[in-house]
């Protein structure tokens, strides 16, 4: 409810521009994503092993049912999960920084952070691990939004990173 509610307020009643809101990416937007994803994974891993957050162990999901629970997980990580984090962190509050700092690294940096510290109660607060590594993504999916001039590119990032931790990462 709440998401919704957010969504409305700014894009309804605030009328708030520049977030590149929309329910499916372009073609282009599909690449930038999958680029900022693949980008992230080396960073994510090591430092993932580095924080002792990931182990060497793959878990993945078998046979037939294993492309169910792919597409399931990324469309449920993509509409929720990732429209709302990006729409929030990248669409509002990058662009928002970015005009009041004007810098937008400056704002990059800040709204990745934010991103990070929104994620401290993951399994249990305070999870530094966890928050490390989501500032870490929060940069490729801030780039992502840069890079597609909305938030549909960081969506793609965002869903695909957290399908591969969702399926086959501990």
Excluded: D
């Amino acid at each position: 409810m709440w998401i919704r509610l957010g969504l409305i307020s700014a894009l309804v009643l605030r009328r708030v521009e520049g977030t590149g809101f929309g329910w499916w990416p372009t073609r282009r937007e599909w690449k930038l994503g999958l680029v900022h994803f693949l980008a992230f994974l080396p960073c994510g891993a090591a430092l993932g092993r580095l924080t002792g957050l990931l182990s060497l162990e793959v878990k993945a999901p078998e046979g037939w049912t294993a492309l169910v629970a792919v597409a399931a997980t990324f469309a449920g990580m993509f509409w929720v999960v990732a429209l709302s984090e990006e729409f929030f962190f990248r669409g509002l509050l990058q662009g928002w920084l970015r005009e009041w700092l004007g810098s937008r690294i400056g704002a990059l940096v800040v709204a990745s952070l934010a991103f990070g510290l929104a994620h401290l109660p993951f399994r249990g607060f305070p999870n530094w691990r966890f928050a490390l590594v989501a500032t870490a993504a929060g940069l490729f999916y801030g780039r992502a939004y840069m890079a597609g001039g909305g938030i549909r590119a960081a969506m793609v990032a965002h869903a695909l990173t957290n399908t591969v931790w969702r399926l086959f990462v501990r």
